[in-house]
């Protein structure tokens, strides 16, 4: 229930509870469909603090995300063309100033909707409602490859150096009442805390990771999130210096969420970044 200073929340989030079964992930399609998670999981309640009041300012590099004020020139977040003509090059500058990379790909668009309605309406997905990290210490230079398989000598000269990927996450229409996204502060995860799982998409096969419930993780989420702010947060980094590589992150129902809140509309967008 919301801490009475305002400053909180709980949230119940699945997490892996052991290694007794085989870890397979097979995402939903989209229209209607649910994803499968194969393995043993248990929910766990946690306290999820407002990102807004108790950590204004976070960093790619510490936590792992970061929220930014973002007004694109696209009006219609299903539209593919705007998508493809407008929206991903305000991204790859917006990700270019706000890193410092050298070179943005953008490589994946993901709709979701919390309604079953508008999920077969429009053909998308459902929010993610398992704590999870997109990308695995291996498989995110697989990703790298596989974006480059036309041209593998040019995937294996960006390999040679610093890369990461990306996700920037907006509301397709707001403000977000329920089911938000809640990530977990890097700086808070530990090793044994991750485990891979296997990701048994249509197009590829890959590996995930999922996490064990652990107390000292820090949990938190931006209320209210608006179209016109986008949230970034990492996925994957090759660089092994201490900077934060992997992000959990999930959806969760929000107690504090009127009864007649609308359904949760959001696209997620992925990029590989360069440096």
């Not at 399609?29 to 108790?54: I, M, P, W, Y």
């Not at 977040?77 to 990379?101: M, P, Q, V």
């Not at 969760?252 to 359904?263: C, I, Q, S, T, V």
């Amino acid at each position: 229930m919301e801490s009475v200073c305002g400053t909180s929340t709980e949230a119940c989030l699945k997490f892996l509870a052991d290694l007794s079964q085989p870890l397979v992930y097979v995402p939903s399609k989209g229209g209607g469909d649910q994803t499968e998670h194969q393995g043993n999981f248990r929910t766990h309640a946690v306290t999820v603090r407002d990102a807004r009041q108790v950590l204004p300012a976070t960093d790619l590099d510490r936590e792992g995300f970061t929220l930014l004020q973002h007004r694109s020139a696209v009006d219609n977040f299903y539209d593919d063309e705007a998508l493809s003509n407008t929206y991903h090059g305000e991204l790859i500058d917006l990700l270019t100033t706000r890193t410092g990379a050298r070179r943005v790909e953008v490589f994946d668009d993901t709709r979701r909707s919390a309604s079953l309605a508008r999920q077969r309406e429009r053909g998308i997905r459902e929010p993610a409602n398992i704590v999870h990290n997109d990308y695995t210490a291996a498989s995110g230079p697989r990703r790298l490859d596989d974006f480059f398989a036309d041209t593998p000598e040019e995937a294996a000269v960006l390999r040679q150096r610093r890369f990461a990927i990306i996700n920037a996450w907006r509301p397709i229409r707001g403000p977000v009442l329920d089911q938000p996204l809640v990530l977990c502060d890097a700086s808070t995860v530990e090793e044994g805390d991750l485990v891979a799982m296997e990701r048994r998409g249509e197009v590829r096969t890959g590996k995930l990771q999922v996490a064990c419930h652990n107390p000292a993780q820090r949990w938190y989420y931006y209320p209210r999130m608006q179209p016109d702010e986008v949230l970034l947060f990492k996925t994957y980094d090759s660089a092994e210096d201490g900077r934060a590589r992997f992000t959990l992150h999930s959806s969760f129902a929000d107690p504090a969420a009127p009864a007649a809140a609308p359904p949760r509309e959001s696209l997620e967008t992925r990029c590989l970044v360069f440096f």
